[in-house]
């Protein structure tokens, strides 16, 4: 195993769990130690019939572990509020960071659009769920011609949002409307986000909308998202356009569907595949670097 | 006060914001406060203004009004005498920083609004709503589709936030009687006594009057209505229609029931573009359980694809699909198209 990085995982709940299942088959990182808060959680349980280490103490009881277990790589799945702390304690002891929370104080990365373009640092921020659906979508149309503006609705089955989630949908609105401007190239945005609990629980469904300034080349435009479906089918093989693109006039409508492996949670649950599945990915470019020496990570101890 | 009018039940109006949906949210400054005056003239003591989806709502999704909510506010408040202008909030749309400016202009009520099994997408914004000091309700929409126990429990939770009032919203109009005592007196005998209770219907099957009714009789004392029932399907409860009957049975609204009916008659009903009524698609939305937001939009796509508005509205009720999902109308018109289509070719 020594040529694998081996990574923590913060946060016991939807998305650190359906983590280790991605973790475990990658090439380049192992999954190590897992982090909760509540001993009797099942997240935990679960991680360590997996075969991970477990504390329930949070973040300060991985620490003492980080050098002699070798951790190199953490994901952080808890909340915006605890991930800046999260993030300095642990990038001192030169554990590099992959936030999976809305916090985004690193880089904001979708992989299809901006992973080969991130340089070495050590936080990178995977916006939201909704973000790594619908921003490849955008700047599949603002690859192609200026869009003056880009509005993404995300609907996602009840039974796939935890209480974090929940209790935080202002910072996911504000973080993935900001990251479709910042990474998808709209001059101005938005995020809507519907939690819908039919049962049976409905596949992650997005949809796109792009304001284009001029007419939209409707050619270009349609082969572009094609182009980047494919991109993002690579890492999430259930992402699939439904209908569109519809043009009327300047609007560029997108409809789109995320069906997850079902890892974790059902496949209904896309929206934790394609954010578990793009920290992963990034993760491994990472991981690629460290193990050949062109990312060297230090501790500030 | 000598003066103080007395209520035993406190009418909402929704023709400000409810209504924009009716009017595809073009509603003018001067129209609103024209609205704004006579309703406060009319003793009506709470007055919904905004974009029809709320807080956060212009977006290619729900439309774009032709003004920002500040400017809407700016426009009502000093028309009003002794009114308030209350607002709706929908978490994963609006969010706590645009209710700030909303009571940076005057705003002293709001409608944290959720659907009806996701109250706890609502407790940062209700208890923002309450450290502001707004008069802040918890409104579970689409309520038909969840059980009385499961509403129960959904209101306790916005209770335990800091919801002062805990709002039954039939957002599809789907509702009859029978269910609205069923869930407002669960909701009653449940909720701590200091907790109000409200209902918000919509006319789709025509029965928001009797529902109204029914809900105060069961114990809400907060009730939602439009002048004219100006609002998303087939209107909101009717606001005059709902004070003549209080006035029958002897429930005390505190309104001016003639200057409403003058209202309804000489400002609302010219100021409709389509006859807000129970036709077929807003019957549809009654008869299916569909959010009466989608109607306008039904119609708009039913004419682009050829496909019978009643045919999409009754898919979107089968495939449950809920308030803010509009986008949906349209994907669902073109997956029909598309099976139509392939069905035309097969045969």
Not at chain 1, 238 to 251: A, I, S
Request: one cysteine or more.
């Amino acid at each position: 195993m020594a040529n694998k990085v081996k990574c923590a995982l913060i946060g016991s709940g939807n998305i650190g769990t359906d983590l280790i299942y991605k973790i475990q088959r990658s090439e380049f990182l192992e999954p190590v130690w897992m982090v909760g808060i509540d001993p009797e959680s099942e997240g935990l349980a679960r991680a360590r019939d997996m075969g991970l280490k477990t504390t329930a103490e949070g973040v300060d009881g991985l620490l003492p572990h980080v050098k002699a277990d070798g951790i190199q790589i953490a994901f952080d799945a808890t909340s915006a509020y605890v991930h800046a702390e999260n993030s300095r304690k642990l990038n001192e002891l030169g554990v590099f960071m992959v936030d999976l929370t809305p916090a985004a104080i690193g880089p904001l990365c979708v992989p299809p659009v901006n992973l080969d373009e991130l340089e070495n640092t050590m936080n990178v921020n995977m916006i939201s769920c909704a973000g790594q659906a619908t921003i490849p979508i955008v700047h599949g149309v603002s690859r192609v011609q200026s869009v003056e503006y880009a509005e993404i609705i995300a609907s996602l089955a009840s039974k796939s949002i935890g209480p974090g989630t929940r209790a935080n949908l202002d910072e996911f609105t504000h973080t993935t409307s900001s990251a479709v401007c910042k990474v998808g190239k709209a001059r101005r945005g938005k995020a809507l986000c519907i939690i819908n609990p039919a049962d049976p629980p409905m596949i992650m469904r997005n949809t796109i909308y792009c304001l284009t300034d001029d007419e939209p080349d409707q050619e270009a435009i349609t082969q572009s998202l094609m182009d980047m479906i494919e991109q993002v089918q690579r890492y999430v093989p259930g992402y699939k356009l439904v209908n569109g693109p519809v043009f009327e006039g300047n609007k560029v409508g997108v409809f789109m569907e995320v069906a997850g492996l079902g890892d974790y949670l059902p496949t209904y649950a896309g929206n934790l595949d394609i954010m578990t599945a793009a920290a992963c990915r990034t993760a491994e470019m990472y991981a690629e670097k460290i193990l050949k020496g062109e990312f060297v990570l230090e501790g500030a101890a | 006060m000598t003066n103080e009018v007395v209520r035993d039940v406190i009418v909402h109006d929704m023709c400000l914001r409810d209504g924009m949906h009716a009017k595809k949210e073009q509603i003018s400054t001067e129209q609103m406060r024209t609205v704004a005056a006579a309703l406060d003239k009319a003793g009506v003591p709470i007055i919904q203004v905004s974009h029809g989806a709320g807080l956060g709502g212009n977006s290619l999704q729900h439309g774009f009004a032709p003004h920002a909510n500040e400017e809407y506010w700016d426009a009502v408040a000093p028309v009003l005498t002794r009114a308030k202008m209350s607002v709706l909030l929908i978490p994963g749309l609006g969010t706590m920083n645009e209710l700030r400016s909303a009571y940076e202009h005057g705003v002293r009520a709001v409608h944290v609004a959720t659907h009806c099994t996701e109250a706890d997408t609502s407790p940062q914004h209700i208890a923002c709503a309450r450290e502001l000091g707004m008069d802040t309700a918890g409104f579970l929409m689409m309520a038909h589709l969840n059980t009385t126990a499961g509403l129960v429990e959904e209101a306790k939770k916005m209770e335990s936030y800091g919801a002062q009032t805990v709002y039954v919203t039939d957002s599809a109009g789907y509702m009859i009687p029978e269910n609205v005592v069923e869930i407002v007196t669960a909701l009653r005998n449940e909720l701590k006594p200091e907790t109000e209770i409200g209902f918000h219907g919509h006319n789709n099957l025509g029965m928001g009057t009797a529902n109204s009714i029914e809900a105060v009789r069961a114990g809400a004392t907060r009730i939602d209505a439009s002048v004219a029932g100006l609002g998303a399907g087939a209107g909101n409860t009717p606001l005059e229609g709902f004070v003549a009957v209080c006035e029958r049975v002897g429930i005390k609204t505190g309104c001016d029931l003639f200057a409403l009916m003058d209202m309804a008659e000489d400002i609302i009903f010219p100021m409709m573009d389509h006859i807000v009524r129970v036709d077929r698609s807003s019957l549809t939305l009654g008869f299916a359980g569909v959010y009466s937001t989608f109607l306008l939009h039904a119609n708009r796509l039913g004419e682009k694809y050829g496909i019978p508005p009643r045919d999409i509205l009754m898919e979107l009720g089968r495939k449950k699909m809920i308030g803010g999902q509009e986008d949906m109308i349209e994907d669902t018109a073109l997956t029909m198209l598309k099976e139509r289509e392939a069905k035309v070719v097969g045969a």
